[in-house]
């Protein structure tokens, strides 16, 4: 028997991870969770919006249905829509059971099932239906379900393990079978690399939007679960679709503070500099639009007028409503010099949210035997072409749920002994690295080109540009992987690089501008909308969705 070997091996600890570990926890299973930081730092935690769902008699799952397909421009799936959709009060109750204090209507007290939660309204939604922990819903989520995965006995948390490849039947002699065994990763203490087995494996890692040099995310946000199944073989659909959040505070210091799209629902307003406003040219819902499109109009009065950044206005609200509804927004800003209850904030767009990932079915099975992807790092067909406000914490939640009923009854099976014995990580022909500065500097080449040439608006030029420069770093990467021992930034960076490639050919592959993907030189949407997807070199082949959704293992 293997070292570290367990039942079900979850990579990632934000709520994905996290909800798949506590609906897992029931039974008689062995759970490794891996987090390659702290647990929890990662995107879910600094969500400040909130959770999309059905809650108020005056709302309806036909309409949520609908904002979604609108706002994911004709790409979002049927199944995938409804499906999370409809399972949407059902997660938020189980939130709340774990303990989630979600806020509550002015002047109400917690009152069991009773309670009335405040709902809020964000881009692209009809109604009311973003229930939220005033800015903070992210924190709030995560942190409650860390509190309960630390007190399972059956799960163990491995913090500051940054993994580095999946071990698959094609790197065993003598397997033939199209499946995924485990993984190895690197403890960034020990500076080992260590290997770990599993009946399952879950790639719940987070999106990737550290590719770009201005991001909301934090510094975990580097795709390394996408980039480790596309080496393991698995396909990759959409991440042409990077969304680009409409209003990060613009200060030289305040690195990625997001300023929530709650804010604009509760009335905040754009303006430029002179105080004019501009969304209603853009849009009919002005500042109600959704994020693609707001985020696109912002780029573009800026690019035209020559202004570092825009303006958000929500001074002209009560100054106790302001700090009631954003009150860590608010401190966030004052850190800085801006009185949020006051005056406009400086705001530029930043890459925020990857819609594309590894392509999976709606229980999380991807191309790979034993190997399920939940959250951003997968692709559904929820987001399609761009992602609805508030959706994404609640496809972490149904799809999770869907995955652990999925596991629960593929590992039910007797044979628990059907792990062959993983070789352990070899660096007996490498050395210490002589050259560090090497990684950073490719690094920041890497987000400086992608922003300037894959962001917000492209041309078949500047993407042929940032691909020949991808290829080049690319080889270096590769030189430099082989030759040294690994390290965490060494990881990152070869994921984030192939990441970008993989953002690069899907958008070479677009010939239209479609959501979040905008190009000068196809400016028109096509009639029919088709999903983008990469097929590697080394695809499985034995194990496509299509046999997964017929139940096939």
Not at 208 to 220: E, F, I, W
Not at 229 to 247: D, L, S, Y
Request: glycine fraction near 8%; hydrophobic fraction near 35%.
């Amino acid at each position: 028997m293997n070292k570290n070997q367990s039942d079900v091996l979850i990579i990632g600890g934000g709520a994905a991870g996290l909800s798949l570990a506590l609906r897992l926890s029931q039974d008689d299973l062995n759970i490794t969770l891996l987090s390659k930081t702290e647990l929890t730092e990662g995107s879910s935690l600094y969500a400040q919006g909130g959770i999309a769902a059905v809650l108020d008699d005056d709302d309806n799952f036909a309409a949520h249905i609908e904002d979604t397909h609108i706002a994911g421009a004709g790409l979002c799936k049927d199944a995938a829509v409804t499906k999370v959709v409809e399972g949407a009060p059902a997660a938020i109750n189980w939130l709340i059971d774990k303990g989630v204090k979600f806020t509550l209507v002015e002047g109400r007290e917690y009152d069991g099932e009773d309670s009335e939660y405040h709902l809020t309204r964000e881009g692209g939604h009809s109604h009311r239906r973003v229930i939220h922990a005033k800015d903070a819903t992210g924190r709030e989520v995560a942190t409650t379900l860390e509190q309960h995965v630390r007190a399972l006995p059956n799960v163990t948390i491995l913090e500051n393990h940054i993994a580095i490849d999946l071990i698959t039947a094609q790197k065993l002699k003598g397997q033939n079978k199209s499946r995924c065994y485990g993984a190895y990763a690197l403890n960034s203490q020990s500076k080992k690399v260590e290997t770990f087995a599993a009946r399952a494996v879950v790639l719940a890692s987070g999106g990737a939007s550290k590719a770009y040099l201005y991001t909301t995310n934090p510094d975990t946000s580097t795709g390394d679960g996408m980039a480790m199944a596309w080496r393991a073989g698995c396909r990759i659909a959409n991440m042409e679709f990077v969304q680009f959040h409409p209003t990060c505070l613009y200060h030289p210091y305040a690195k990625g503070s997001l300023i929530s799209e709650a804010v604009r629902g509760e009335g905040g307003l754009l303006r430029l500099p002179n105080g004019e406003r501009f969304m209603d040219k853009h849009h009919e819902q002005a500042e109600l639009a959704p994020r693609d499109i707001v985020a696109r109009a912002i780029d573009y009065e800026m690019k035209k007028g020559g202004h570092d950044s825009v303006f958000l206005d929500i001074s002209h609200r009560d100054k106790e409503f302001v700090l009631d509804h954003f009150p860590n927004i608010a401190e966030n800003c004052g850190k800085y010099g801006y009185d949020l209850t006051a005056e406009p904030v400086p705001v530029v767009p930043a890459a925020h949210y990857t819609c594309g990932g590894i392509l999976t079915d709606l229980r999380g099975r991807t191309d790979l035997k034993r190997l399920y992807a939940v959250g951003e790092s997968s692709c559904t067909g929820l987001h399609g072409a761009n992602r609805l406000a508030s959706n994404s914490l609640l496809e972490c939640l149904v799809i999770a749920t869907e995955a652990a009923d999925d596991i629960r009854a593929r590992l039910r099976k007797k044979n628990k002994d059907d792990i062959p014995q993983l070789p352990s990580w070899d660096e007996s022909q490498v050395s210490d690295p002589d050259e560090r500065i090497v990684v950073s500097h490719n690094w920041d080449e890497m987000r400086r080109f992608m922003w300037d040439y894959v962001g917000i608006v492209r041309t078949d030029k500047r993407l042929e540009r940032a691909r020949n420069r991808v290829e080049l770093l690319q080889d270096e990467i590769i030189e430099y992987y082989g030759n040294f021992r690994v390290s965490h930034d060494l990881i990152e960076l070869r994921n984030l690089a192939t990441v970008a490639q993989l953002t690069i050919e899907c958008a070479l592959t677009r010939k239209e501008s479609r959501g979040l993907h905008y190009t000068l030189d196809y400016p028109e949407t096509r009639d029919f909308a088709s999903d983008t997807i990469l097929t590697p070199n080394n695809f499985v082949g034995h194990a496509p969705i299509s046999d997964w959704a017929a139940g096939k293992d």
